[in-house]
């Protein structure tokens, strides 16, 4: 009986028993069947189109075909307009703007709701005074705004990114508001019973609680960001992507305007999946993996 124990014993601890097979095609294919489905299934769409377009006798100025597309996107992002230009007709010129308006907004509106929402959660006074007006300027319709906003700040840069702002902010705070509202009551109760004062039940419990709140609320508020992006240039710009859409349909080229609309879906599902990515990382406890 001891022999066999010794045996066992001494397999089990074999360092030969644990051996390295290097990468499977099973392990492969877990880690990149997401890019792969995703790229065949983009591959045979833009095929399809091509086939349509060409094919289809369907005229180009409704629907374009997807190589002329992607060749004015490729000619817009390599190419830039000489200095001192009037008008770029650079994609990268204004495409460069629309972006660095986007993240300013973005980045105040975060700096607004997130502890907005936090503080309306955790102050039923604060929640009492401000939810009213929460709630009603989030459910106005954005582009009512814009005339006033053109009228107070003029087609200025200040303007647009003001608009960014009013689309952002309100689901980030709504999203933080609710987070904390949502907090288990036990987690609170177990945090005072080892004497956690109100500053260390804010830090230990309720915000790694919220963080996949307001990590969505981030991601609603990229997605009504770049509307009021696109909004505020059309309505008051003379730069950005929002601007070129409008430029592009009055001088009837197709190409650029679906090429523009492509590349404002790159940017927002870029956005987006930065931002699973960051909730991966900070709130590993919830899995994404499958959204």
Do not use: C
Not at 186 to 202: C, E, I
């Amino acid at each position: 009986m001891a022999k066999a124990t010794e045996q066992i014993q001494y397999e089990t601890d074999d360092p030969n028993r644990i051996q390295d097979v290097g990468w499977t095609f099973k392990e492969i294919w877990r880690r990149t069947r997401g890019f792969v489905v995703t790229s065949i299934n983009l591959i045979i769409f833009f095929i399809l189109w091509e086939i349509v377009t060409t094919y289809g006798n369907i005229n180009s100025l409704f629907l374009p075909k997807a190589s002329a597309m992607f060749q004015e996107l490729w000619v817009g992002m390599t190419t830039r307009a000489p200095e001192g230009a009037v008008f770029s007709g650079s994609i990268l010129d204004h495409f460069i703007h629309s972006f660095t308006n986007l993240m300013t907004g973005l980045a105040i509106a975060m700096a607004i709701g997130i502890p907005g929402g936090l503080l309306m959660g955790g102050n039923k006074y604060v929640e009492s005074i401000l939810s009213p007006y929460v709630w009603a300027l989030a459910s106005l319709p954005r582009i009512a705004l814009v005339p006033l906003f053109i009228l107070f700040l003029g087609f200025t840069t200040t303007m647009q990114v003001t608009i960014i702002v009013i689309s952002a902010v309100f689901p980030i705070v709504i999203n933080a508001w609710a987070g904390v509202k949502t907090t288990e009551k036990s987690l609170l109760a177990a945090a005072k019973v080892f004497g956690a004062n109100r500053v260390q039940l804010y830090y230990k419990v309720v915000l790694p609680y919220t963080l996949p709140f307001i990590i969505s609320g981030i991601q609603q508020g990229i997605g009504r960001g770049l509307i009021g992006v696109v909004i505020a240039e059309l309505f008051g710009g003379s730069n950005g992507l929002g601007y070129l859409i409008q430029r592009s349909a009055d001088t009837f080229n197709t190409a650029m305007t679906f090429a523009v609309l492509l590349l404002l879906i790159v940017m927002s599902l870029s956005l987006i999946n930065f931002t699973r990515w960051l909730e991966a990382k900070v709130a590993p406890w919830r899995n994404v993996n499958h959204l």
